[in-house]
């Protein structure tokens, strides 16, 4: 009797789920290209002063930025066109519709996301703790009591009070400029150093024999940027993102400039 | 008819009790819902006391970004920072879009806080007025530096308005912001004419709402662009191109943005170079146009020492630099009235290279910059170096 009452009610059940399937099915268009960059270019804005993600050398952008957004065009198979804005006039260029996309070492800021689509991160520059390799975890408390080098007045010096707030302490190491700190690891003066990614792997470029151990203590996602009613746009630039995640071919660029 | 009727006495008790139950429930609910209304009333952040700047050097200035903050807490916190640096000036963006939300009407709570709380602190404020209202654009894509001429008197009466209500507690105004920047009037071509106009429009209408009002005309840009390109026009010229349209009879003063980048303060100016002493060349071109008699206000300068900008100095040279370049002005420049850094903080952190342009950062630390000029400006004699020493190999 109980599976005869049943019946009606898994019918309709099985009627609405149908029915959502096909709605989603016919909502979904895959993105056109042609709506998506009207011009049959890709045009890019970025700032050429933030090495190594973009540098104007004597005219000519190059940088990890540069070569992402040439994968990118050529991923969707359109030229890339890039526009070399100061950091102040980048948001406004994209909003003006002069230029298609902003690739440009840009953190996720939901701020402005009221006007802009971000896509998924292509690079993280949060903060990394830094020890020598036989140490244990990496953790806050982990590294309590330890002599913990940074940057004086940086995102690191921040972060490590905020630490001592929860309850941790540590033998504090300001230094100048974030390469003395790593400095301080490098040469065993410090326990550990607290540093943002980007500038963590540039040192280990010029230091190729130093033996160590890093690990994400915050992150800071950087990603692309796009005006939120640009939706075939984000679509395909997201979807050439992810292949190129795929591929290696995003873990490639990065680490030829990182 | 109820149903009850039909029901046994115990099942009619127990309907009963079932209502009487969510009958309560619901009040509280409703009484739950009266006392959520019922706010208390926002503590009173403003001090009792009006404090005045100790400072040595008046022209030391600083440039706040209090219009986007959200505590007032936090706008205390820095004009309390900016007065205990020694700065008795700072430069403040008021945001015509903040104040004009609907065409005609007024708001000017978040300007009264930042204005009273500066009072407070014996700072005296430097105005900055633009940010065009949604309403003056349909056009989505229009960024709020966009300002269509028909908008002239509009931004003309917002100025008047501004200057009438906080007379005698500003009366410097700057209008617009790097007009010789494209972007800053979104993306429009840079056309000093233009510009000219609007100075036309507003200076008249700020004079007759508060005759005391000095108006500062430019905020030009540092830039090297030359006729014709896209992103601007160089500050020398737009400058001539000023007075070449019109502009001299409509500003008291002239206001302009200089920074160091890697050049030390005391560096040669030159017209293909930028470097601190590019105010120089636009003081000759105020000369050269009869308005020697005007003076300059420069309500952008510093030195950035972001580790990885390309155009960043140390935090060291910055403090040095910095120093050097009052020392500079103090000695050369008797027609430069004020040296605004930008900036003293921003409300958040960009985690970018402009973030090495700020004397406090977001979270409130200070910065070694913030302890040298607090030095200057107050006369104190003080050797904080509050880092370690270069990591040595063989220490």
Redesign the interface.
């Known amino acids: 009797m109980k599976g005869k009452a049943e019946m009606p009610s898994r019918i309709v059940m099985t009627a609405i789920v149908v029915l959502l399937l096909f709605a989603m099915w016919r909502h979904y268009e895959p993105p056109n290209r042609d709506i998506a960059f009207p011009a049959g270019e890709i045009v890019i804005g970025v700032d050429g ?3 190594p993600f973009a ?1 104007d050398d004597g005219g000519r952008l190059r940088g990890l930025d540069l070569d992402l957004g040439n994968a990118i065009a050529a991923e969707i198979g359109l030229p890339a066109r890039f526009v070399n ?1 100061s ?3 980048l948001y ?2 994209l ?4 230029v298609d996309l902003l690739i440009s ?3 996720i800021d939901p ?1 402005r996301m009221d006007a802009l689509r971000y896509t998924q991160p292509y690079f993280d ?1 949060g903060l990394m703790t830094v020890t020598a390799p036989f140490l244990g975890p990496l953790n806050p408390a982990a590294l309590d009591g330890g002599a913990l080098a940074y ?5 690191a ?2 972060q490590i ?1 905020a630490w001592e707030a929860e309850g941790h302490s540590y033998a504090r ?8 700190a790593l ?2 690891v490098r ?1 065993s ?2 326990d550990a150093a607290l540093i943002d990614a ?2 963590l792997y ?1 040192y280990a470029r010029e230091h190729a024999n130093w033996d160590h151990r890093r690990e994400f203590a915050t992150r ?1 996602p950087f990603a692309i940027a796009l005006r939120l ?1 640009r939706d075939d746009a984000w679509k395909l630039v997201d979807q050439s993102l992810s292949a190129l995640k795929e591929s290696g071919e995003l873990a490639r660029i990065v680490g030829y400039w990182l | 008819m109820s149903d009850d009727l039909g029901a046994s006495p115990p099942e009619r008790s127990k309907r009963k009790r079932t209502r009487k139950s969510l009958a309560l429930i619901a009040s509280l609910f409703l009484f739950a819902a009266l006392l959520s209304r019922l706010r208390p009333p926002p503590p009173n952040l403003l001090p009792d006391k009006r404090h005045t700047v100790e400072t040595v050097k008046r022209r030391v200035c600083v440039h706040t970004l209090l219009e986007n903050e959200v505590e007032e807490a936090t706008i205390l916190r820095s004009l309390e920072l900016a007065r205990e640096l020694g700065a008795a000036t700072i430069v403040q963006f008021f945001p015509w879009a903040y104040a004009e939300t609907r065409a005609g009407e007024f708001s000017w709570r978040l300007f009264d806080r930042i204005v009273q709380h500066a009072d407070r602190q014996g700072l005296r404020i430097i105005a900055r007025l633009g940010l065009v209202p949604a309403w003056l654009n349909d056009d989505k894509t229009k960024t709020l530096n966009y300002l269509p001429e028909r908008g002239f008197p509009m931004f003309a009466r917002y100025a008047a308005a501004f200057a009438e209500r906080y007379a005698g507690a500003i009366d410097e105004l700057i209008i617009w912001n790097e007009p010789n920047l494209s972007f800053e009037w979104g993306f429009q071509p840079v056309d000093a004419a233009r510009y000219v106009r609007l100075l036309q429009a507003a200076y008249p209408a700020i004079k007759a709402a508060n005759p005391a009002a000095v108006v500062l005309a430019g905020a030009l840009a540092p830039t090297l662009e030359p006729r014709g390109s896209s992103a601007g026009l160089n500050d020398l010229d737009f400058l001539r191109d000023m007075y070449a349209t019109g502009a001299g009879d409509y500003f008291d003063s002239l206001a302009v943005h200089t920074y160091g980048l890697l050049e030390a303060p005391e560096a040669e100016p030159a017209g293909d170079g930028l470097n601190f002493r590019r105010v120089e060349l636009l003081r000759e071109i105020m000369l050269e146009n009869g308005d020697g008699h005007k003076s300059i206000s420069i309500t952008e300068a510093g030195w950035n020492d972001h580790p990885r900008w390309l155009y960043a100095v140390r935090p060291s040279q910055r403090s040095a630099y910095t120093i050097r370049a009052y020392d500079y002005i103090e000695a050369h420049w008797d027609w430069a009235r004020h040296l605004c850094i930008w900036a003293l903080r921003y409300p958040a952190d960009l985690k970018s290279y402009p973030d090495g342009y700020t004397l406090i950062n977001a979270d409130f630390l200070l910065k070694p910059i913030y302890f040298a000029l607090q030095d200057y400006a107050r006369g104190w004699e003080r050797s904080i170096r509050p880092w370690l020493p270069p990591p040595e190999a063989d220490s």
């Open positions: 002063s933030f090495p540098l804005i950091y102040y006039g406004d260029a909003i003006s519709g002069e070492a840009l953190r701020a520059n940057e004086y007045a940086s995102s010096d921040s009070r190491m300001p230094f100048e400029l974030p390469r003395h400095d301080a040469l003066q410090a980007s500038t540039l800071e009613d």
